[in-house]
């Protein structure tokens, strides 16, 4: 007696360009979750956020980004993370890389720099080190197609310059400018890797 292995059932494939944006995806869907159970549950989320100089502050540097000051302030960052994530996934395989070295660069530098008795929440810090990240690596990669996804950040985004110079109060310059300096020195670096990698060997 012989046996066929039963088939298995065939799960649906999403396309491609689909399934590189699922994590930014899960990234906006945790923000979402994390201030629709601060706005049901009596817990002050945001008391999490970036402390600085203190130890007990050093846990905000990776959960600040999924922390808002409200629907209106998350609602705010929503569109850029959907715009520039969808851009990340698409441009490069760096995903993952660039999230986690803009968080926990960039948070580091507002641990250090940012003004005492503050706390710094908010996705803006990731909102601009992907977008420095994006315009910095097609020129590190000297590729076309991420070059012109660059230029497309700038005319698109252009104005974010605006936000790493004091002019509004309450707002993190220091979260804006280091999320900035993480994305440029990732862009750099990885760009100039994935260069490398492209020489043809003699």
């Known amino acids: 007696m012989t046996t066929v292995p039963r ?22 869907a945790l923000m979402w979750a994390s201030e629709i159970i601060d706005w049901i549950l009596p817990l002050n989320l945001d008391y999490f956020g970036i402390r600085p100089r203190s130890l007990e502050g050093l846990p905000g540097v990776v959960l600040s980004p999924f922390l808002h000051g409200g629907f209106a302030h998350l609602i705010a960052n929503t569109s850029a993370l959907l715009v520039l994530g969808a851009l990340l996934a698409w441009t490069t395989r760096h995903m993952w890389t660039v999230t ?6 960039g948070g580091l530098g507002v641990w250090l720099l940012a003004p005492p008795f503050s706390i710094t929440i908010g996705a803006s810090g990731l909102v601009y080190g ?3 990240f994006l315009v910095v690596y097609g020129f590190a990669v000297r590729r076309l197609g991420p070059a012109l996804i660059g230029l497309l950040v700038v005319a698109l985004y252009g104005s974010m310059v605006f936000g790493v110079l ?8 220091q979260g804006h400018l280091f999320g900035a300096i993480a994305g440029v020195l990732l862009g750099l670096r990885l ?9 043809p060997v003699i």
């Open 191 to 199: 760009g100039r890797a994935d260069r490398v990698v492209r020489r």
């Open 166 to 173: 004091p002019f509004q109060p309450g707002v993190s310059l």
């Open 100 to 105: 986690l070295g803009v968080i926990l660069l």
């Open 130 to 132: 992907w977008a420095a």
């Open 7 to 28: 088939a298995r059932a065939q799960r649906p494939n999403l396309p491609t360009w689909l399934h590189r944006v699922v994590p930014v995806l899960v990234i906006v």
